[in-house]
């Protein structure tokens, strides 16, 4: 509609009087921390390609194109580190390609767990295993989470092994990036400030992630305000 105005093709942008509705944000469904245990238990049977992408994505609470963007010089294994510096995005017209990230912000640096990379490891010698059978026809790429043939995933790839999985299973299937809530929300109710986990998740500010965790952010204040009532409690008794 600007286009149009700015060529003197209409006289006003109609749009500018319309009235955004408003209305409570839904939250977002979230694994609980049982079920995130019986997840990744279930994970020691599945193929290790995809128990490594669901370790990370619950770890690490990365998104689904930060995932599958990830390279091997992205890992330090002795540091424990993981650099999130680009996506993998697809689009029917340009295929698989590499593309930015989605805020500065979201270039970041994230301290993992050692049994994330005990899995990561296991990966790569799969991958070398899986190199060494496909010879020429293999792909040469520096990606972490690729095909038999070493070509990228597509990014409905781990989306629909995980919607079998969970029906093989039995296990509740809310999607990938319910994985990122999940992390999110385990750190918050860790206690972990408001600006770690923003920068953890690689919001581009506090105020996102104090919006999208809003509920989230009451809950754990709530139970902290009952951990200090409780210990007053004890002391006066």
Known sequence: MEYAVRFDLIPANPCRRVVAPTGTKKEHECY?????????DSL??????????????????????????????????????????????????????????????????????????????????????????????????ERLFVGELGKPLHPNTPYHWLRGWCEQTGQRFLGIHAFRHLNASLLINSGVDVRTVSASLGHSNTTTTLNVYAHTFEEAQAKASEAVADLLRRKAE
Do not use: C, M, N
């Open 32 to 40: 609980t921390i049982q079920e995130a245990q019986t997840f990744l």
């Open 44 to 141: 020691e049977s599945a193929p290790i390609k995809y128990k490594a992408f669901f370790v990370l994505a619950t770890y690490g609470g990365l998104r689904l194109g930060e995932l599958l963007g990830l390279e091997w010089p992205d890992i330090d294994f002795e540091a424990h580190t993981v650099r999130v510096q680009r996506t993998s995005q697809y689009l029917p017209d340009r295929g698989t390609f590499t593309d930015g990230t989605k805020t500065e912000k979201s270039r970041r640096t994230l301290k993992l767990p050692a049994e994330v990379f005990s899995v990561l490891k296991k990966l790569r010698a799969d991958q070398a295993q899986q190199r060494l059978q496909a010879g020429d026809l293999w792909e040469p790429s």
